[in-house]
Each structure stands twice: as C-alpha cells, then as structure tokens.
C-alpha cells in the first residue's frame, strides 16, 4: 500500500476518488491513468512520473472541456446532418429520376413499337452524355429496322407482282399444250416454259444477291487486280452492240492500276452500268468510260447521251424491281442498278448518278482501298 504525502485537489476535482490512486502502482512505461467521477460522467486523466529522490509524482487532468466540445460537437452534427441527409436524399432523388429519364422513355419506346409504328423515336436531352448518346443510337436502330421493313414490304409486293406475269405464261403455255390433240406445239411450249422458267430464277438468284450485298454476307473473292484491264474486257464485250446500234464508245483507261475487289463481282456491277448505256443511249450517242484515282480510291465513271433520269425518278433509281419512265419499255428484270448498289457498297464503296433529261447519265463508282501502279 502506497501513501500519498502531497495531494493538491482543486474544486473542480472533488468528485474524484483520488486515494484510487495510492491502489495503483505508478509505471512512466504505461498509458494514462483514467478515474471516473463519484457522480458525474467526467473522467481524471492521470499521468506518473518518477523523481531521483525515490518518490513519484502524478499529474492530473480533468477531461471535462474535451467532453464539454464533443457533446457541442454532437449537437452541432445531429442539427447540421439531418437536414443535409434530407438535402442529399431529396437531390439523389431527383438526380436518380433526370438519369433514369432517357431509360424510361426507351422502355416507353420499345412498348409502343408495333410493325405499323416503327417510326418513333426516343426524346433526346442534347444534353451530349452517355445516355443521350444511347438515346441517338436507338432512333438510329429503329430507324435502320424500319427502314429495312419497308425495304422487305416493298421487295415482296414488287416480287409478287413482277412474278405474276411470267408465271401466268407458263401457265398458259402448258394449258395450250396440253389442249392441242394433235400435240404439234409441245416442243415449242416446252422450250417457252423453259425461258420463263429462267427468267424467274434470274430474277429470284438476283434478288439473293442483293440482300446478301445489303446484309454484309455476300461471299467476296477478293485479290488484286488490275481494275482497267477489268473495264476494258467488258467494254469489249459492249463495244459490239454499241457499234451495231450506231453509238460511239470511247475508252480513256491509265492502265495498270490495282485494287483489291472480288473481279466476278464488280464486273458484274460494271457490266450493269454499260447495259443500260447502251441500252438507253439513242443511235449517234456517245459512251465515256474513264477511270482513276483519287487519293487512294478508285473512281469509276460511265457517261452516255442517252434519254436521261429525272429529279425526281433519280433517288428511287437504285431500289429494287423499279422500273420508271422510258426503261418500263425496255426488257430487263429492274434489278440493274440495286444489284450494282449491293456489290460496290459490300466492297465498302459508294456509287452515285448524276442525270438529267434529254442530256444523259454519268453513273460514279467511288472504291476504297490501297491502290499501286503496277
């Protein structure tokens, strides 16, 4: 048992014990020594410190002014939080709705989409964040998708119709056939039948090809070529039927200029143009045909004096089945220029017309690609 030989206890302190202290064995090593008031909530931080004389002293401090700021820092946050955890509840709420909004409206979208309103469209903030960048790039998708129904509605009405006609003559050439007693004109209705029946599966093999140039799956060969030789084959091939038509076809090709395409194809596309130069060029018309580079695209152009496309037949020019003006007259599928379309836009290129009536046509095929003179 220690005895105490010196205690100063000011006023502040009588509700301490302080003989607690002479139960505790002072220690310099050991953290503060807390005594609890008698009756209050306060607590006595003691500190001991040994002296040379053998004896030790213990200095003590009341913690009632750090008790007396928590508990006014504790009321000061329970007044300051409460209505900041309100505020900021109330403005998450509110910013929670302004960010979920674009997603509602696409839910509020997608709901009412049916095949007969494929036209709406999702309200934009223009805000420029993310979800108005989601918002733009789903009118985009439904744009792209209706566009592609009216696409499907159109090509199955201008197929039925188109199929029709050939189908009632095989129709009827078999019936007239099979009425002849004598069976003289079987071999001959035979042979009708057979080109009707071609006719068809060109324009059904035709109508293949173009979706699969507009949906990105049409098989491409591709390899280096060189593109004038290319032009200049088929222009061969074209330059006969020019000559007996009495049209003059003029050939301006640099030669030895190499791009990457699949040749079957875009000879295909080529051939087409040429066609229908020559077929809607008057006799004494005049065919271009000229080709190039630009940067590191290849430029195309087929120019006739033929009758020329109008205003307002031109944008509808490249659709399938069209037929208007003076080529409803002329004998072909109206499937030319869609199938031109479908392969130079699946070799990541673009084609255009420019036209006028009574002044002819120039048709340019734009193709992308690394090109070198060989």
């Known amino acids: 048992m220690r005895k105490s030989f010196y205690i100063s206890s000011p006023e502040k302190w009588q509700d301490f014990d302080l003989t607690t202290l ?99 469209m999702v309200p ?49 050439i078999a019936d007239m056939a099979l009425q002849d007693e004598k069976n003289v004109d079987i071999k001959e209705a035979l042979v009708k039948g057979i080109e009707e029946s071609d006719h068809i599966l060109k324009m059904l093999d035709t109508l293949m090809d173009i979706s699969e140039a507009e949906t990105g799956t049409m098989n491409m060969h591709r390899k280096q070529v060189d593109i004038c030789d290319l032009i200049g084959k088929i222009a061969d091939m074209y330059a ?27 000879g295909q596309a080529i051939s087409n143009i040429l066609d229908n130069a020559v077929k809607f060029t008057a006799p004494g018309g005049h065919i271009h045909i000229n080709a190039g580079r630009f940067n590191k695209d290849v430029i195309i152009r087929v120019k006739d004096t033929g009758t020329g496309i109008s205003a307002e037949e031109l944008p509808m020019i490249w659709d399938r089945l069209y037929r208007g003006g003076q080529s409803s007259t002329e004998k072909g599928l109206g499937l030319g220029l869609s199938i031109v379309k479908g392969i130079v836009e699946a070799h990541n290129g673009h084609v255009e017309a420019v036209s006028e009536p009574g002044k002819g046509s120039t048709f340019i095929i734009r193709l992308p690609g690394d090109v070198r003179d060989a």
């Open 22 to 120: 002479e139960k505790i064995a002072p220690d310099t090593g050991s953290d503060w020594i807390h005594l609890s008031a008698v009756d209050d909530e306060y607590i006595l931080a003691v500190k001991s410190a040994h002296l040379s004389s053998g004896f030790w002293i213990q200095v003590g401090m009341s913690c009632e002014g750090a008790h007396n700021a928590l508990n006014r820092f504790q009321k000061f946050f329970l007044v300051a939080m409460i209505p900041l955890f309100i505020l900021g509840l109330a403005g998450g709420m509110v910013l929670s709705y302004q960010t979920r909004r674009p997603i509602r409206n696409i839910i509020k979208t997608v709901q009412s989409l049916d095949i007969e309103k494929m036209t709406e």
């Open 124 to 172: 934009r903030s223009l805000s420029g964040d993310e979800m108005d960048e989601l918002a733009g790039l789903f009118n985009k998708m439904l744009d792209n998708i209706h566009r592609l129904i009216e696409g499907m509605k159109n090509s199955l009405d201008n197929v039925a119709h188109d199929l029709r006609t050939p189908i009632t003559r095989f129709r009827n």
């Open 240 to 266: 006969f039927v020019a000559e007996e038509k009495g049209i003059d076809m003029d050939i301006n090709l640099p030669g030895n200029l190499y791009i990457s395409i699949d040749s079957d194809r875009m």
